[in-house]
């Protein structure tokens, strides 16, 4: 089960750091990614972090959004910077097998609750 940690509420242009950790998953052998809903919208990819710490990111949040993990904390990180409104959403981790990079949902398994993030204008 994972379990993603670290939102909150804070003005467009701050930062928050968000964290995902696994109970019963070894997370080291999974590429893991982050995704995000937003109320009546579907749910996106945000961005993935491979077994080897290669990373992709939306187009959305390149730049602003940086994704890591630690292997030895068994955890994964959003790191978030320059936020803005449309960042509003409730943000999930989620871990897949899947060999190469894929934005889809249905790749990924072991989604856990989410963490609110509240952007305010």
């Known amino acids: 089960q994972l379990q993603a940690s670290g939102g909150g509420l804070v003005q467009a242009g701050g930062s928050l750091k968000l964290s995902c950790s696994a109970s019963?998953?070894?997370?080291?052998?999974?590429?893991m990614g982050w995704f995000r809903q937003a109320p009546g919208k579907e749910r996106e990819f945000v961005a993935r972090?491979?077994?080897?710490?290669?990373?992709h990111y939306a187009d959305s949040v390149k730049g602003r959004f940086t994704i890591s993990r630690d292997n030895a904390k068994n955890s994964v990180y959003l790191q978030m910077i320059s936020l803005k409104p449309e960042d509003t959403a409730i943000y999930y981790c989620?871990?897949?097998?899947?060999?190469?990079?894929?934005?889809?949902?249905?790749?990924?398994?072991?989604w856990g609750q989410g963490t609110l993030v509240t952007v305010s204008s």
């Open positions: 989620a871990a897949t097998t899947v060999v190469g990079i894929t934005e889809q949902p249905r790749d990924f398994v072991s």
């Open positions: 019963g998953r070894t997370l080291r052998s999974y590429n």
């Open positions: 972090i491979g077994r080897s710490f290669g990373t």
